[in-house]
């Protein structure tokens, strides 16, 4: 069965510094994405970024990066340079790709809270 | 131009009522989903519709009904609402595995 775990409730960081979300999952198929997604406190679900099991390079999108160790099943999350509008929080989402579409599987989140 | 939609964005209605929320892409995706966030945030997967056909259909009480009239548009019947319905519903869909998913603003029902 899919799981993801996000360790960290909450995390604060200083505005303009990086900080790294963890993400680890388990899955016993072999071709799988993942995801992060962004919550703020208007309640939408916001695409960050994307990561297959087969991607050679870790997935960069502006100020994110996926840190993917496919040996330990960790997929964090890095934004640098934080702003104040990063306040949000941050969900790390598995999807197996057997065949046909299947569903997100979705970690607890991470509250993550920028300090001026 | 909103990719996915959502209406109502609130709903509020007591106990026992039946309610609806519609969903609809211009994505031209398809597959389309509904999620369920509760109050603790944690957010799972209800339904899944490929082409109007249903191919997932978590462990959700009978109550819940989706509907497909078209890919472009799926949504989500309640019946005999309970107060553990209350939470945001999510819609979303995609075009492939490989890449994401689109979501839909939600729809936040409390039920009295």
């Known amino acids: 069965a899919q799981k993801i775990t996000q360790t960290q409730p909450g995390m604060f960081v200083q505005e303009k510094e990086a900080v790294t979300l963890d993400c680890t999952y388990d899955t016993s198929d072999p071709s799988y994405g993942l995801f992060w997604y962004k919550q703020p406190s208007s309640g939408e679900m916001i695409f960050l970024i994307y990561q297959g099991s087969y991607d050679q390079q870790n997935a960069t999108e502006g100020r994110y990066s996926l840190n993917f160790q496919k040996a330990r099943k960790s997929a964090n999350l890095v934004i640098s340079a934080s702003q104040l509008g990063d306040s949000a929080m941050y969900f790390c989402a598995m999807r197996e790709v057997p065949s046909g579409n299947t569903p997100l599987v979705f970690g607890k989140g991470t509250r993550l809270s920028v300090i001026a | 131009d909103t990719a996915v939609s959502q209406t109502p964005k609130y709903l509020v209605t007591q106990m026992g009522n039946d309610k609806s929320i519609k969903c609809e892409q211009n994505?031209?995706?398809?597959?389309m989903y509904w999620y369920k966030q509760d109050s603790k945030k944690f957010l799972k997967i209800m339904f899944s519709?490929?082409?109007?056909?249903?191919?997932i259909n978590e462990t959700v009480p009978n109550r819940f009904s989706p509907k497909s009239p078209d890919k472009a548009h799926l949504n989500l019947h309640i019946n005999s609402l309970e107060l553990g319905d209350s939470a945001v519903y999510f819609c979303?869909?995609?075009?492939?595995?490989?890449?994401?998913?689109?979501f839909g603003p939600g729809t936040r029902l409390t039920v009295l």
């Open positions: 979303a869909s995609s075009q492939d595995d490989y890449n994401e998913q689109f």
């Open positions: 994505l031209g995706h398809d597959t």
């Open positions: 519709y490929n082409n109007k056909e249903l191919i």
